[in-house]
């Protein structure tokens, strides 16, 4: 094949050299074209040392060392250890001492390596339980009748070598090769979208040079410089998707004002009972101010558990109900919406307005006439779900959506709300808000189209949750203590992470519960609750908790959010490793939240360090605002929020918080050049504003805006 005849779309079968298992191998990894091969980045790099000393393992002894080491030793013994996670544990040993490589969820390995096998092992050591390990390592099999410690010849320069992705059945090794066979070529056919005159200020090689020097280095220059102009280059597209649909938001659609009289303010301050905070009192101020303007509100508000949203998002609804408008109120959950319904239901008693609950449980006859009640005007407030996005649900006004939980429901979610206005150039003030805190890092990226609002302060009352992290073998103990605290009149969550019983050998909800109420529960009355029953089961469950005919509640994560039980004081959360560290706190949040206070027992025995972690920054800290920039630290945004449940693609190499500088930077570029050229088409544009499209285009949801 010649150059001319390579493009980026041709098959990697079909380059020069690739073996049919090479081919089908790649394929596995998502590996089709030349440019994924280009796209495969390396997950770091590793010297070349082939007349180097190697590092003797007594060198380790320290351990937890930011350097990455390079033994060679004698396998003396290999064993799958104890516990949930699938873990073998390899002992090898040179003339200097002996240290563990442990390998997790990789089962295969134990088939692979064997006692008295001499290998090469590449990793970051630590101590753990007094023993000196490298999780994870790199490794290969070294020649029986090669020197465990080869000769030193300093004059050699060692290469940079990359390190890529890969599985068993195709090592680094094998995708470096066929990388550096093509990448000349490859490099040459990109066509850089970013001017000439922007790269020179901001100091970034071409893309071609980029991700040569990506894929093949000659100086650790070369991979800052490279990753630099790639990170850049990701954060700026998105900025720049961002920065143009909140230019197309503020230009093109247009409110109905809802201005915030003092008659306004004096009906809506007479719906509520209590003396909100001053946190509530700024947010609410901000909003209203909002409100009165034709653009269209776009507004996060963010609160921890219990910080008082819902008297936010009133205020706001009853600001449009008092201009003859129509408001909504979406969550992700039934049980969440239900319990949105009661509590606005507490607040407006004898008010002048009438409001419905659409869920997707609604029978159809009563569907059917709350739907033409909401068409015809006389349903001033609407509470659901998804099942108010609809298609035949059309309001005669929506003036105001408040979507909750804002991490559950994505970009394309908001834009189906402005689809019910009344006109396509006409779109409803739209309030998001969450009890899960977004680190400012993630709300600069995938919620950038919004204004930020935030609830820093709990009312008056609320006693921090005291949270505590035991091992199985004292889990005894803390039941003992709820029965204990049951014949006092608290109430106790236990949340498992399954229902049934698996070969994953998780503590699951039947075999769980059963030995609860047979063994320290028994003098307790228990239920069990999950998804899996039907809405009537856990409004009854709920009710009878509620009321105090439930003691002890057995429950999955089907109680994270919309439970308010003020004499629930105690949470146990059995294999708490396996819950994400945003789902921990949200569980927390529903003990504590009478005179009381609360208390969190995380039952954990956590194999990996992301598990460690987790349950180090539950037992740290109690403000969701610091679990959440630790959980963006430990995880990373793909997951966190966005990525998966907004629809937007996950980032290739930036990372984040990390790369909180080049954001910034992102950013304040990104409004530049969108106010400079609003929708990028300008003819030196045309490039950027294409591959802009295919990125982001549609979760932004940008195919409207021209």
Request: charge should be negative.
């Amino acid at each position: 094949m010649t150059t001319d005849t390579m493009t980026l779309t041709t098959s990697i079968a079909d380059l020069p050299g690739a073996e049919p298992n090479t081919v089908a191998a790649m394929g596995r990894l998502e590996l089709r074209c030349v440019a994924d091969l280009l796209l495969h980045m390396p997950t770091r790099y590793r010297r070349s040392r082939p007349w180097q000393a190697i590092d003797r393992v007594a060198a380790a002894a320290d351990g937890d060392t930011t350097d990455e080491m390079e033994v060679h030793g004698e396998i003396v013994s290999i064993e799958r250890g104890f516990g949930r996670a699938a873990k073998i544990e390899v002992v090898i040993e040179d003339d200097s001492g002996e240290i563990d490589l442990v390998f997790f969820n990789q089962p295969w390995v134990q088939r692979k390596l064997h006692p008295g096998m001499k290998v090469q092992a590449t990793g970051r050591p630590r101590v753990y339980k007094s023993r000196v390990q490298i999780a994870n390592p790199q490794w290969r099999r070294i020649e029986d009748d090669a020197p465990l410690i080869a000769p030193t010849n300093e004059d050699t320069e060692a290469e940079l070598i990359p390190v890529y992705p890969a599985s068993e059945e195709l090592p680094s090794d094998r995708i470096a090769l066929v990388i550096r066979a093509n990448l000349d070529r490859a490099t040459a056919l990109l066509d850089d979208h970013l001017p000439e005159d922007y790269r020179r200020s901001h100091g970034l090689p071409t893309l071609g040079t980029a991700y040569s020097h990506l894929h093949r280095p000659q100086l650790e220059e070369h991979i800052d410089s490279a990753r630099r102009r790639l990170i850049l280059d990701e954060l700026l597209m998105l900025q720049l998707g961002v920065m143009m649909k909140r230019f197309h938001r503020r230009t093109h659609l247009h409110a109905v004002p809802l201005p915030l009289t003092t008659e306004v303010a004096e009906r809506i301050a007479a719906r509520i009972p209590f003396s909100p905070t001053e946190a509530q009192q700024r947010v609410m101020a901000e909003i209203g101010l909002d409100l009165s303007e034709s653009i269209p509100m776009n507004r996060l508000l963010q609160g921890d558990v219990g910080s008082g949203k819902t008297i936010v998002a009133l205020a706001a609804m009853l600001q449009a109900v008092a201009h003859g408008k129509q408001a909504a109120m979406i969550a992700p959950t039934e049980l969440l919406a239900e319990q949105h319904e009661r509590t606005l239901s507490r607040f407006l008693q004898n008010a002048p307005l009438r409001m419905g609950l659409l869920t997707g449980s609604l029978a159809a006859a009563a569907r059917r006439e709350l739907v033409e009640a909401i068409s015809e005007g006389d349903i001033d407030i609407v509470v659901g779900t998804h099942a108010v996005l609809t298609e035949d649900v059309i309001f005669r006004d929506l003036a105001v959506a408040v979507t909750d939980e804002q991490h559950r429901f994505g970009v394309r979610q908001r834009a189906s709300l402005r689809d019910k206005a009344a006109d396509v150039t006409r779109s409803p003030h739209q309030l998001v808000m969450t009890a899960t805190p977004i680190p400012r890092t993630l709300s600069l990226t995938i919620f950038g189209d919004l204004d930020v609002s935030i609830i820093d302060e709990m009312p008056p009352g609320r006693v921090p949750v005291h949270t505590i992290a035991i091992d199985r073998s004292a889990v005894t103990g803390v039941y003992e203590d709820i029965a204990i605290r049951v014949r006092q009149g608290e109430r106790a969550f236990v949340v498992v992470p399954v229902i049934d019983e698996s070969e994953a050998g998780l503590t699951d909800l039947h075999t769980h519960r059963s030995m609860l109420a047979s063994g320290p529960l028994s003098s307790c009355r228990l239920e069990a609750m999950h998804g899996r029953l039907n809405q009537d089961e856990r409004d009854d469950i709920m009710e009878r908790f509620r009321r105090g005919d439930i003691d002890v509640l057995v429950a999955t994560t089907v109680i994270e959010v919309g439970v308010d039980i003020p004499e629930a004081t105690v949470m146990v959360i059995e294999d708490a490793d396996r819950f994400g560290l945003a789902q921990l706190h949200q569980l927390r949040g529903r003990v504590g939240r009478g005179q009381r206070g609360g208390r969190c027992v995380l039952v954990a025995e956590p194999a990996t360090d992301e598990g460690r972690q987790r349950i180090t920054a539950m037992v740290e800290t109690g403000d969701g605002f610091e679990i959440a920039e630790r959980d963006l630290a430990i995880r990373g945004p793909g997951e966190l929020f966005g990525a998966r449940q907004s629809g937007a693609p996950p980032f290739r190499i930036a990372a984040l918080p990390r790369d909180m500088e080049l954001l910034a930077l992102a950013r304040r570029d990104a409004e530049d050049w969108i106010e400079r050229d609003p929708l990028l088409t300008q003819p030196e544009h045309a490039l950027l504003r294409k591959r802009l499209l295919k990125a982001h285009g549609k979760w932004l949801g940008l195919g409207d805006v021209g």
